[in-house]
């Protein structure tokens, strides 16, 4: 019996992130800029804590929870805490949501 692993086809951290630098790259942002400081008066992504919105930029190109938490090294219940706090800030109701309405928000 062999303890080896199965392969999926699911992408590893690594690739999910350098999937999210392209699209990044793609939108004319070659690395996340600072994230303002929150004063409850904020629209959109400035709204964010830095990891939040981080975890939506990756959510927002598809990324989900388990991806996202080993691509940061944080767990997937973290990650979706982070999530839902963002779509609060943010006034979305679900990754679709946060998906189609990314680039309005500035993620």
Known sequence: MSLAPATTSRPNAREVLL??????EMAGESEPGPVAPQT???T????????QREVARLAAV???ARQIAEALAI??????????NAYA???V???L???QRASELDL
Request: glycine residues 18%; without cysteine.
């Open 40 to 42: 409850g008066a904020g």
């Open 19 to 24: 999937q999210a630098a392209f699209l990044l």
């Open 44 to 51: 959109g992504a400035s709204r964010l804590t830095a990891r």
């Open 89 to 91: 800030k943010l006034g």
């Open 62 to 64: 598809g990324s989900t």
């Open 97 to 99: 949501e946060l998906v």
């Open 75 to 84: 767990g997937r219940r973290t990650v979706e805490t982070h999530l839902g």
């Open 93 to 95: 109701a679900s990754k």
